[in-house]
């Protein structure tokens, strides 16, 4: 279960604030955040949960195709940040950082330390997918996340799933010869 707060302007051109939450059922549960930047910029991404009780989040960045950019498990940035009018006090295991991206949509995945990606493509998974109970509870601390997204024009909570490689490029090829088919049939 997550709610998800936004202010929403008249202009798609403006940069938004979005601030999400929920609970993990499972110490390996891992939520997914898709978000949009318009042009290039320096966004402020950082979680809120550990000082207010949750577990140590790791936090990462993923291109459109699923690529790795970055990923963050202690912050140790202590003290509070502004979003949609509200402060939101992060702690020194909180996620914290800014990045600069270029424009386009991208994934933000959260995870509970220390269930690290796996690979280089969000489709390769993350360490502890086959262990539901790694740390045996949330690490003494509640299932709890809050995680905040700033200066992008849009943010959802479980976006469409990326493709894998491999079946984009299958469909590429079907493609090729569906066209293939098709003018070979013409000139008959």
Known sequence: ???????????????????????????????LLGFTIEEDSTITIFSSSWDDGGFDPILAIWGSAGQFISE?????NTGSTSSNGVEYTHGTWDSYYELSLSAG????????????????????GFIYDDDPNFRNGFGGRSNYWEFHILNVQEAIENPAPVPEPSTVLLLGFGLVGIAGIRRKTRKQ
């Open 105 to 124: 949509s991208y994934t933000a995945s959260i995870a509970q330390y220390n269930n690290f990606a796996s690979g280089n493509n969000l489709s390769d």
């Open 1 to 31: 279960m997550s709610t998800v707060v936004a202010v929403f302007l008249c202009s798609p051109t403006y940069a938004l604030d979005f601030d999400f939450n929920g609970t993990f059922s499972k110490d390996n549960d891992v939520d």
């Open 72 to 76: 963050q498990d202690d912050g140790h």
